[in-house]
């Protein structure tokens, strides 16, 4: 029953449109698409909300505070309260700014990541659009994202957003190159760029056993993609202020924030869903006295506590590492994550071929 | 053809990361600094000439005003500098005491320091696992003093009021527990990789620029030169204390900065002698002053190591009960004045890292 909640939630409302018989099937179809894609809308962008609150309570945890308690229970609604501050704000606009391209940044922003989400499964069965091109589609969105952080640091007209873009822009293009290559191994092993059909594969082992630098290649280029601590130059706050969204104020840079969470839940899902089996539950075979003992639990919780316990992970450094340097960043993804990505490539092309030579 | 041009950033005064209303006027090649340009004075109150038209012991607030971080240090200079100048017995317990919650004070500025050099180096939290135990030291000075911060504890002959009772006990027993805060530094900001790698060979100051520059404190040590006035020339009662000075080697901003965790190990060792020998130590603490104070003419000069470097106080008598004319020498000020050199041909990054090195504080500075 839970399993396919919401996947019978779906098949409900197609029976339900097709039921009447007035409308044809095209039309109930897009009905329920279109469905589909405003709760993945309501998902990612609460979720983004509840992470702020998550973040705020992680790093008062590590730093011997309480944290957020006063609104709501637990100071739930904290970040409810401060996006309706920040909505009730004006958003200034400073002189001398590229008026129509500073204020479309910020809307822009959130855009790659609500397209990437259509592919993302997020429980069996659980994937808004299943593209056989997957990943390669959520990689190809995901480096649009460059290009908007460009726009607004270029339109503010401050030298410190312009740095702070240059540096986004730099950084973002070359961590780009390990964040793919690491996944190559991946495709490589499974023939395919489907999220289904990768998830699929990983049933009896998880691609983080089989492909573990590849693992911590990609957890870090994606960590650099997000531009988090300890790779948060961009916004580098005792450096550069807040690098491209300086000169935001209100509910514009509040979309920045946000789009800053709704991204580390993408490179999470991601992860979880190439290297840590997606939805599958650990030991799924494992069974006491004929009962599932893990599968018991549904598919898209499985999923939902992979993806928050890495991004309790990228929390984490948050709160612990201090920041590297402009010069640091790009020698470590040049010269360190670069070969060995490809290293990690050469590596599983002959282990592939060793494995079908033994014709195990 | 291509070329590349300079351009000006305005790095403060409102900035995050100069420590106060600071500015540097930066030339950029990229994100290289090919000229940096310290502008200070806009935290300027005129405290020198505010202490002519005050009488002796009215200027000891004043002081607080200046390295507010620690500012039993800065009382301290200015009434040993006027009990010089008097030749006013200063009482045994009271000695005691100044030692005590002067070290207590160079520990609070030593934390800030090391965690406000973690927060410019982007680590958050040690920012504020620092400032947990801050705030055990100024609940321990409020509860001797009255204040947390602007202390205005010492008085000329002696210091405000003795200790309340059991409060030497809590000395102890948070310097019991220090070494194991400083150990969690180390772990958590220390010992950190990138730290390291953000901070060795950055900045490198020769042990002869530091000293043709006249710079002290840790940034003089960071070099390796060896000079603590605590040592060099006991002041007050520092020669009765067993202690080391931590020196650096490469005199870079990591040196600099670990200068300055070692420090507090040090202060953790003074404090702990302190109360053990003050509890046999009976009497008052102010000695025999007289209530108006009229040194005779003439001048004085007297410096002490404060936490940031070394503090000297000139005070010039002409023989009334006001100062004619007080001038401090402030370890942030003359500390700063290598920054332009130092920081060429870094990138803005390492400004930050030099700067946050050096450890300034613009009430000093500016004065």
């Not at chain 1, 609150?53 to 609104?71: C, L, S």
Request: one cysteine or more.
């Amino acid at each position: 029953m839970l399993e396919n909640l919401f996947v019978g939630i779906a098949h409900w409302l197609r029976a339900l449109l097709g039921g009447t018989g007035i409308l044809p099937v095209e039309i109930t179809e897009s009905i329920v698409f279109l469905v589909k894609l405003v709760a993945v809308l309501i998902f990612i962008l609460l979720n983004a909300l509840w992470l702020v609150y998550m973040e705020r309570k992680v790093a008062a945890y590590m730093q011997a505070r309480i944290g957020p308690n006063r609104v709501g229970p637990k100071g739930l609604l904290q970040t409810t309260c401060d996006i309706g501050k920040l909505i009730s704000k004006e958003i200034i606009i400073p002189k001398n700014v590229d008026l129509v391209v500073f204020l479309l940044a910020p809307v822009l922003i959130f855009v790659p990541t609500l397209m990437v989400f259509a592919v993302i499964p997020l429980g069996k069965n659980m994937a808004a659009l299943d593209l056989n091109i997957g990943l390669f589609y959520l990689l190809a969105i995901a480096s649009v994202s460059s290009l908007f952080f460009w726009m607004a640091g270029w339109s503010s007209n401050s030298k410190y957003s312009l740095v702070g873009s240059m540096r986004v822009v730099a950084q973002m293009v070359s961590y780009e190159l390990p964040l793919i290559l690491s996944l190559l191994g991946v495709i490589m092993i499974t023939g395919s760029l489907n999220m289904s059909a990768i998830i699929d594969a990983q049933t009896k082992v998880w691609f983080i056993f089989t492909q573990p630098i590849a693992f911590l290649i990609y957890f870090i280029a994606a960590v650099a993609e997000t531009n988090r601590t300890p790779f948060c130059l961009v916004e580098g706050e005792s450096e550069i202020i807040a690098g491209p969204y300086t000169e935001y104020g209100g509910m514009a840079f509040a979309m920045f924030f946000l789009a800053e969470y709704a991204n580390i839940m993408v490179i999470c899902a991601v992860t979880t869903i190439v290297f840590l089996g997606g939805w599958h539950a650990p030991f799924e075979a494992f069974a006491i006295g004929g009962a599932h003992v893990f599968t018991w639990i549904p598919s898209w919780v499985w999923f939902f506590l992979k993806m928050y316990a890495l991004i309790f992970v990228v929390m984490w450094f948050r709160w612990t590492f201090p920041r590297i340097r402009v010069d640091q960043l790009m020698g470590f993804g040049w010269k360190v994550l670069v070969p060995l990505a490809l290293a990690n490539i050469f590596v599983t092309g002959i282990g592939i071929y060793i494995y079908k030579a033994i014709g195990w | 053809m291509l070329k590349t041009q300079e351009y000006t950033l305005n790095f403060g005064p409102q900035h995050p990361a100069t420590h106060g209303v600071f500015q540097v006027i930066l030339t950029l090649d990229g994100e290289k600094i090919v000229k940096a340009e310290p502008i200070c004075g806009y935290l300027h109150r005129g405290i020198e000439k505010l202490a002519e038209a005050r009488t002796y012991t009215q200027v000891i607030p004043y002081t607080d005003r200046m390295d507010y971080l620690a500012a039993m240090l800065q009382n301290l200079g200015y009434v040993q500098a006027v009990e010089k100048l008097m030749e006013i017995e200063v009482p045994e317990r009271a000695e005691y005491l100044r030692v005590i919650t002067g070290e207590l004070s160079r520990l609070t500025s030593h934390v800030l320091g090391t965690g406000v050099y973690a927060l410019d180096i982007g680590a958050f939290t040690g920012f504020l696992v620092c400032f947990r135990e801050r705030e055990k030291m100024m609940d321990l000075l409020e509860e001797l003093t009255g204040s947390r911060m602007t202390l205005s504890y010492a008085r000329i002959g002696g210091v405000a009021d003795d200790a309340p009772e059991g409060w030497l006990d809590k000395v102890d027993q948070l310097m019991d527990a220090m070494p194991g805060y400083i150990d969690e530094y180390n772990g958590l900001i220390t010992g950190n990789e990138i730290f390291q790698a953000r901070t060795k060979f950055v900045g490198q100051l020769s042990p002869e620029t530091a000293v043709n520059y006249s710079l002290s404190g840790p940034v003089l040590r960071g070099s390796g030169v060896n000079y603590d006035l605590r040592k060099n020339m006991p002041y007050g009662i520092y020669d009765r204390f067993d202690f080391e000075v931590p020196l650096g080697t490469n005199g870079d901003c990591f040196d600099r900065f670990y200068c300055r965790v070692r420090e507090m190990e040090q202060s953790v060792r003074i404090i702990k002698q302190a109360v053990e020998q003050i509890r046999e130590v009976d009497g008052p603490v102010m000695g025999k002053a007289p209530k108006v104070l009229k040194p005779p003419k003439g001048d004085v000069y007297h410096e002490i190591e404060s936490s940031k470097g070394i503090i000297g106080y000139y005070v010039v008598s002409d023989g009334s009960n006001k100062p004619y004319r007080v001038h401090v020498r402030r370890p942030s000020f003359v500390n700063l004045g290598y920054l332009d050199e130092m920081v060429r041909g870094y990138l803005i990054a390492d400004l930050v890292a030099i700067l946050g090195s050096i450890d300034i504080v613009l009430g000093e500075v500016d004065c």
